[in-house]
C-alpha cells in the first residue's frame, strides 16, 4: 500500500453537538477545522499530530450499534499520568504521556471476535506491519483485544467510533487490491469536488477502513 502519510485518521458519527466541546476542551485537542458534508452533516476535523480525528455531526442518528473500534489513546507531552475521558455517546478517549502502553502519538484499541483472523485482515488484506497483537502503520498503532462480545456484524449507521481513514496515493488501485486479497467493499470511489476521491472498505464483520486519496497530499484529482 503506497502511503501519502504514516499515520492515520478516525473518525465517528454523532448528533450531539456536546462532542465538539468535549473533543476540544475536555480531551484538549483546541479549536476544529470545519469541512460542510453535506446539507445534513458537517466534519468537524481536529488535529492530532498529523492524525485527524473527525467528528461527524448530524442532525439525527436512528443508531444505537457500534464498532469494533472501542476506544483511542492520545499521546500528550502535557499529561502526566494516563486518564481516561468519557463523552457523549459513550466515546471514550485515553490521553497519556508519550510512551504510556507504547504509543508515542495516536492509538486504537480494536475489539475482535476471532484475533488470527483480525492479524490476516491488516497483515495480509491491508499489508501492514502486524506484530501479535499490535498492528502499526507508521505512527500509529492499532491494539488488537480479542472478545466473544466484539461486534460480529456492524450494520452501518453506529454510534461513536466509526471508521478509520488511511490516506494513499491512487484511491482505485489500492481499493482493487485490497478486493482481490480479502476485503469487502463497503462504498465504491466517489469523489468529492476537487478535495478527495474515497472509497470504504470493511473487514468481515463490517468494520470500515476509508480508502483516501486527498488532493492536498497527492496532488490533483483526476477525473
Request: net charge negative; charged share 25%; proline share 4%.
Amino acid at each position: 500500500m503506497k502511503l501519502a502519510k504514516d499515520r492515520l485518521d478516525i473518525g465517528l458519527i454523532t448528533d450531539d453537538r456536546a462532542m465538539i466541546e468535549f473533543m476540544a476542551s475536555e480531551v484538549g485537542l483546541g479549536d476544529p477545522e470545519l469541512l460542510p458534508v453535506t446539507k445534513a452533516m458537517t466534519q468537524h476535523r481536529f488535529d492530532v499530530d498529523g492524525s485527524v480525528v473527525k467528528v461527524n455531526l448530524v442532525e439525527q442518528l436512528d443508531a444505537t450499534g457500534r464498532s469494533g473500534y472501542s476506544e483511542i489513546q492520545i499521546a500528550d507531552a502535557r499529561a502526566s499520568a494516563a486518564s481516561l475521558l468519557v463523552g457523549p455517546d459513550e466515546v471514550r478517549v485515553r490521553v497519556a504521556p508519550p510512551g504510556d502502553d507504547g504509543i508515542d502519538q495516536l492509538g486504537v484499541r480494536f475489539s475482535v471476535p476471532d484475533l488470527a483472523a483480525a492479524q490476516h485482515y491488516f497483515g495480509h488484506v491491508l499489508e501492514w506491519e502486524v506484530e501479535a497483537e499490535r498492528v502499526r502503520l507508521g505512527a500509529t498503532v492499532i491494539i488488537l483485544e480479542e472478545h466473544a462480545e466484539a461486534p460480529a456484524a456492524v450494520m452501518m449507521p453506529v454510534r461513536g467510533w466509526t471508521y478509520l481513514t488511511v490516506q494513499i496515493h491512487d484511491c482505485d488501485a489500492e481499493t482493487s487490491a485490497v478486493l482481490e486479497r480479502g476485503a469487502t467493499l463497503a462504498r465504491p470511489a466517489v469523489t468529492m469536488g476537487e478535495v478527495a476521491r474515497f472509497s470504504m472498505v470493511a473487514d468481515r464483520w463490517g468494520n470500515q477502513l476509508e480508502l483516501s486519496q486527498r488532493a492536498s497530499l497527492t496532488g490533483p484529482i483526476r477525473a
